[in-house]
């Protein structure tokens, strides 16, 4: 059980294009979904949080009209870069939470790899 | 003091052998740590968590020490195999106070070799 599933697995595509990720908790709903960043051989970076309904949490240094964040329901988070530029290449995985409180613990996708040209 | 210090940064082990990774944490206010394993291409996994209360948790052969006192825990892979050549990420979280980001060390690449 908890699989989260992302969508496309790749994407590339000309500078100045705007893609959309998605992410997808397949056999829970999540009220809680996060997007990450991780360039090659380093770590995850936290990018932004989202709570289903509501906007988006984003972290410092991310820029919200970039990286846009929708929460629509309990089982699909998407990320749309807009006007991607080759610096966007990168891996992005997304991460689902089933509760706020208590052990359940984050489940992740298996990541967007987006290449830029 | 939100930062999570991971070490070695690169670590190869003889098939048969134990792989250790540690971990350090600041935050005090952290209660649940959790590892991570990441294959090319894909997601990371949890793998196994403990929270403070314990200082050990063993799952298969896999085992994390904590030591609360000095804001360390640490990996313990037995009989490592080929297949447990991974990237591993330690992580922290503050999940009583409801904050659920997690922050992660900067990995370590673990090479099993035959």
């Known amino acids: 059980g908890a699989v989260v599933s992302q969508h496309p697995s790749r994407v590339i595509c000309k500078s100045g294009t705007s893609v959309k990720i998605e992410c997808r908790s397949l056999d829970f709903q999540a009220t809680t979904m996060f997007w990450y960043r991780q360039f090659p051989k380093q770590s995850l970076m936290l990018m932004a949080t989202s709570n289903e309904g509501s906007k988006a949490t984003y972290e410092q240094g991310v820029e919200k009209d970039k990286f846009l964040i929708n929460h629509a329901s309990l089982t699909l988070s998407t990320l749309t870069v807009t006007s991607a530029h080759p610096e966007d290449s990168s891996f992005y995985i997304c991460?689902?939470?089933?509760?706020?409180?208590?052990?359940?613990?984050?489940?992740f996708g298996d990541g967007t790899r987006l290449s830029i040209l | 003091q939100q930062q999570v210090k991971q070490s070695p940064q690169s670590l190869i082990v003889q098939k048969g052998g134990i792989s250790i990774i540690n971990c350090a944490y600041e935050?005090?206010?952290?209660?649940?740590f959790p590892w991570y394993q990441q294959f090319p291409g894909k997601g990371p996994a949890l793998l196994i968590a403990?929270?403070?209360?314990?200082s050990e948790k063993k799952e298969g052969r896999f085992t994390i020490s904590f030591n609360k006192s000095a804001k360390q825990f640490s990996l313990h892979i037995m009989d490592s195999q080929p297949g447990d050549s991974a990237t591993y990420f330690c992580a922290s979280q503050e999940r009583n106070t409801g904050f659920q980001k997690l922050v992660f060390g900067t990995g370590t690449r673990l090479l099993v070799s035959p």
């Open positions: 403990i929270r403070p209360d314990v």
């Open positions: 935050n005090t206010a952290f209660d649940y």
């Open positions: 991460s689902a939470l089933t509760d706020s409180l208590g052990d359940q613990p984050q489940h």
